[in-house]
């Protein structure tokens, strides 16, 4: 079967999309559109999908959106199969995109010069109080956990680490928030992440508020 991932390796949705691929060793062939480096593949991504948010999942022609489903399509093992057990993980699922990357998304754009060449200093302490209300439930909530909904790593923590790698870097999560810091650490040290971590390494230097020296 011909399977193709459209993304950015530096993007946090492409990682949650690469996680699950990697998690599985599902074959895919990765179309890089990055800049002007890959001519034709962003043309070839808005073919598929206009709105242009990716990652796009294209199995044998057909186009999926969404990194959620995309997990769901490549990893259905990272939906556990106990009804309550898989409701939890989508729960966290949505919690960290929606929580989490969104506040981070909203800080990083305020520092995009294609967006505004000033920063509206108002938006990002509104998404710094957003990630102040969800950290503390987070540290709550993955008390005696080793991952984000349980023993087992599920598409919750494909969303997971992503958002807290990126969260941290805009927005550090307080020492005092021990279950929460040593689960981002668990998760950089997950293979699949930490594969497409390094792999991103290249494009830190573009981190539009500027990249820390760690992680
Ligand atoms: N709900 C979408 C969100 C995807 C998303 O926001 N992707 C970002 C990259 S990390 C994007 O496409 N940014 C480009 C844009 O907004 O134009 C998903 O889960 O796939």
Redesign the pocket.
Known sequence: MSRELFG?PF????W?ALIALYETETPFDFRNIAGDEYPGNEAAFLGHWPV????LLVEEGVPI????VIVERVAPRLIPADADSALEARMLDRIF?NHVMTPV?AVVAEHLPFITQTPDEARIERARAALDKIYPWLETRLAGRQWAAGNEFTVADCAGAPSLFYADWVHPIDASLANLRAYRGRLLARPSFARAVDEARPYRVTFPPGAPNRD
């Open positions: 950015h993007s946090s949705y492409t949650k242009g948010k990716f990652p959106m969404e990194s959620s995109d998304q």
